[in-house]
């Protein structure tokens, strides 16, 4: 029976895919011919942080600049993805879900995204009443996962991950826990016959299935 219930949270809870990618082209915008690069760099990198990306961009466009270079981008890249994510549009459902959850489980978020912007980002939207724990990096998202088994004294199979990329999928896994898609344009799901839902009105019925 599941216990705790994991959510990512770009794609998950908000819908801020596109905000955090379209973020690297401006900060980049005052140089030329840039959105080339940063595409190609993008496509490439799916599952990098934003120093490795911007790392992997200024490499391409300007192939002497330094670490100072890259923290400076990094600290533009974060104050404009924050300030955005803070008010941007929930996914359908979210607001309803967490309340609908919040008396039944233990709820956490589980995010590649920073930690200390991650929870600046929860308390903004008022979202921070309703999780036991808002993790991010640098942990890697097993790691977060483990964190909370430990946490909980839950086996795997008492947790469910909701997710929306093959990373979180991965993670789920690795740990034995159950996982359910959320679907958006972004996805990069290889296994076939996952859970997969629109929004998240139903998600409280789909884990009930889980035994």
């Known amino acids: 029976m599941v216990k705790v219930v994991i959510f990512d949270f770009d794609g998950v809870l908000i819908d801020s895919n596109a905000i955090k990618r379209e973020a690297y082209y401006q900060i980049f ?48 890249y974060g104050i404009i993805c924050e300030a955005r994510t803070s008010t941007c549009r929930e996914i359908p ?74 990373r979180d999928l991965n993670a789920a896994q690795t740990c034995g826990c159950h996982f359910v898609g959320i679907k958006n344009a972004d996805n990069d799901f290889k296994a076939k016959n996952l859970v997969l839902l629109d929004d998240l009105y139903t998600l409280d019925k789909v884990i009930l299935e889980y035994k």
């Open 93 to 166: 459902g979210a607001s309803a879900c967490l309340d609908c959850l919040a008396g039944k489980y233990d709820l956490y978020i589980n995010s590649a995204t920073y930690e200390d912007s991650l929870r600046r980002v929860v308390y903004k939207r008022g979202w921070d009443h309703y999780f036991r724990e808002v993790l991010g990096s640098p942990r890697t998202k097993v790691e977060n996962l483990a964190r909370i088994m430990k946490c909980q004294k839950v086996a795997g199979q008492e947790m469910v991950f909701i997710g929306d990329s093959q």
């Open 29 to 76: 915008a005052s140089l030329d011919n840039s959105r080339g690069a940063i595409s190609a760099c993008l496509q490439e990198e799916r599952e990098g942080d934003r120093y490795h990306v911007i790392r992997r961009i200024l490499q391409r466009l300007c192939p002497q600049a330094g670490e100072e270079e890259v923290s400076s981008y990094a600290k533009n």
